[in-house]
Nanobody
Framework: QVQPVESGGGWVQAGGSLRLSCAAS????????MGWYRQAPGKQRELVAT???????KYADSVKGRFTISRDNAKNTVYLQMNNLKPEDTAVYYC?????????WGQGTQVTVSS
């Protein structure tokens, strides 16, 4: 099994920045891609950004140019740098670790952006 654990959420004013971290433990050898998803109240969970083991990235259109995903394979950690945050970025952010053992979700971390 793989256990992703998120940290770094919090409250910030619009225009501010936050950095989320997700550290994976367990059967880390099985992990290929990692990513961030978010779920706002009353909405479905949506993709924010993903990164492959080789470093290829993918972003939702709504965060392109503002968010950056990166990965430290030596630390089994993925980061999400979020700049120029907007109130509509308010959500619970979840880390996903995918690989040969399937998909594993973290517990989520709350991000609240006030206007």
């Amino acid at each position: 099994q793989v256990q992703p654990v998120e940290s770094g959420g919090g409250w910030v004013q619009a225009g501010g920045s936050l950095r989320l971290s997700c550290a994976a433990s367990g059967s880390i050898f099985s992990i290929s891609a990692m990513g961030w998803y978010r779920q706002a109240p009353g909405k479905q969970r949506e993709l924010v950004a993903t990164i492959s083991s080789g470093g290829s990235t993918k972003y939702a259109d709504s965060v392109k140019g503002r968010f950056t995903i990166s990965r430290d394979n030596a630390k089994n950690t993925v980061y999400l740098q979020m700049n120029n945050l907007k109130p509509e970025d308010t959500a619970v952010y979840y880390c996903l670790a995918s690989g040969s053992l399937g998909n594993h979700w973290g517990q989520g971390t709350q991000v609240t952006v006030s206007s």
